[in-house]
């Protein structure tokens, strides 16, 4: 019985007993407050200074923004992006939130809706939240967000609702709560800028294993 | 792994003599600790976090077995198993049970110095079961039949050079030496091995009690797709990784990247809880957390307790100007640096490793940077004390401190001796004020020169100052 020996040891290592009732309400109480801990002030800002936080730090790691009012401007910007960096093929989650726009009708843009596959150039997904101090956004796993489209296309596009934004990680955590009571969902990414890696001579390359390229449409009144 | 720790001055004198070597360790040496000074730098409650941090990992230890049981109540609460591992050799039959299960031929491995410690690969290879580093640094290192030499930058110790070489020799394309065009080869091939591997193998950053989720930090995604794509994914982890809440895990992200390498926040974290949920379209069936122990537990209680606070940041040694010199290979076992030096002879036994604790100048760096604050020096002096005690030492070490001490004891002729050492080693230096040779120290003048004393001696100061 590992377990067993392996905790019989940790508890003589700290002279306690196995039912000490003490450390066991100390546990409880910790697991339940969920209290922050420090939160850099840097995080802690008003809505517009969040909103400038978050491009700066998102443009600094390396991801494109594009501001755009609303998601009735979303459709056309994602095809002019497509179109001038050459790539006719997108796939989509299966999200009316992406799947229901006014796409144009006249175009070569082949969309599908489903899980990535090797050979895929580019991706669309809906944020669930953003994180103003590191310029992170975050996503989770469904029904209509299959994880796959966050890793293996070239290209990751990826739609923010302004109102979504929030100051520190702390926040995002308790959005996260609220959706999910219960449990979390299978994956919750953290993304901050794309794909690289520095294993050769310590000099950044970007576009490794993941996309090579992440492009933020930041919907401003939504 | 096998320990080549005891060969450690040879290795030692060889790495100082070695140019490509110590090319590629300009390139560590020229790029962490500036990058972490600037992070640091930018995020005014840097120190404070750290306090924090280090207090927050003793409350962790001091309930390690309450943190871990929770963490697994919600492992299976949400459709995963956790495995209990005592030793290496527990955790290598547990996984390859789980590859057998699935019936696997091909694992893919994202990066995990676990594994490194359980020497996971060559089991696998043996039992017939290819295991495929996705990791970038990783997979150069695979081809070539290396190992890691440092624990986030695993090949820092090659040039662009040997990268190229390689590549050229498995991939069979013409030759470059374009970093970018290197990658882009090492992309391609993976991208096969992610699609078709039965199972793939993360470590964890951390293990969050609350949620029974796990993390990974990674900046290329090789993690993700090792994770997401086959159908079964094993965490492989120790058991001081457990953290309570997400709040709690938020601590150690703050500090994690920056001590690293210096960036805000690492591209991906990624947290994975349980196997894929019903309606969900991608995700891998099956989720298996492997705990290893491997003398952890032995260490909770002990004069070496605080290094169970490590997060493997490899800050300790980026600042190590021993590690600078040596490069990570020449420490003979998986952790290298002055975190090595206070794991590996818990880990391999002091009896095998007693010279890594010995292989510091003590100068503190590594603990002033250390976002846990872990008091390396003073872990490592306990290994030598340790060393001491089982006479492991060499003879020549023993007899120097018992010579030493029996002049310590007379103050009258220690400063007698003092003060004609200092006259000696001046008479050796000659008008340059560097001796090159000096008896008994070729070890130390082998590599660079002794300054000669300059003036008086401690004892004599010490008197004039306090007339
Ligand atoms: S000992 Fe401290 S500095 Fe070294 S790897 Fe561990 S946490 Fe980082």
Known sequence: MSKAEIFNRIRAGLHVAKDDEVRRQAVRNRLQAKASNIIPKRAQLPTAEMMSLFLEMATESAAEVIELSGRNELAQAVENWLSVNGIDHLVTANDSNLTELSWSTDTTLIRERRPAQVGDEASLTNAFCAIAETGTVMLYSGEHSPTTLNFLPDCHLIVVSASTLVGPYEDAWSRLREKFPESMPRT???????????DIEQRLQMGAHGPRRLIIFMLHDE | MQVRSPEFKESARIALTDANLQKALGNLKAGFPAKRATAAARLPEFEALRDQARDLKNHIIEHLDLYLEEFERNVTANGGTVHWCRTAEDARQTILQICREQGAKTV??????????IGLNEYLEK???EPVETDLGEYILQLRQDHPSHIVAPAIHLTLDDVADAFHEHHKRPRSEDPAVLMQEAREMLRKKFVSADVGITGANFL??????????????????????????VVVSSIEKVVPTLEDMTLFLRLLARSATGQEFTVYNTLSTGPRRPGDTDGPENFHVVLVDNGRSEMVGSEFQEMLRCIRCSACMNHCPVYGAVGGQTYGWVYPGPMGSVLTPQMVGIEQAGLLPNA?????????????????????????????????????????????AFFAKRPGLYR??????NRFLRLM??????????????????HRDIPAPSGKTFMQQWQEQNR
């Open chain 1, 188 to 198: 919750v990414n953290l993304i901050t800028g794309p794909s690289r890696s520095a």
């Open chain 2, 108 to 117: 893919t491995k994202g990066k995990s110095m676990v594994t490194e410690e």
């Open chain 2, 127 to 129: 039992q017939g079961i």
């Open chain 2, 208 to 233: 969050i009690a609350e949620t029974g989720s796990t993390i990974i930090c990674t900046n290329e995604g090789n993690g993700d797709l090792t994770q997401t794509l086959p159908k079964t994914h």
């Open chain 2, 360 to 404: 510091s100048t003590f100068c503190g760096k590594c603990e002033e940077v250390c976002p846990v604050r872990i008091p390396l020096p003073k872990l490592m002096r306990h290994w030598r004390d340790k060393e001491y005690e089982k006479h492991l030492s060499p003879a020549a070490v023993r007899y120097g401190l018992k010579f030493w």
């Open chain 2, 416 to 421: 007698l001796l003092s003060a004609s050492s």
């Open chain 2, 429 to 446: 230096a000659g008008k340059k004020g560097r001796a090159t040779r000096l008896p008994l120290a070729g070890g130390w003048t082998d």
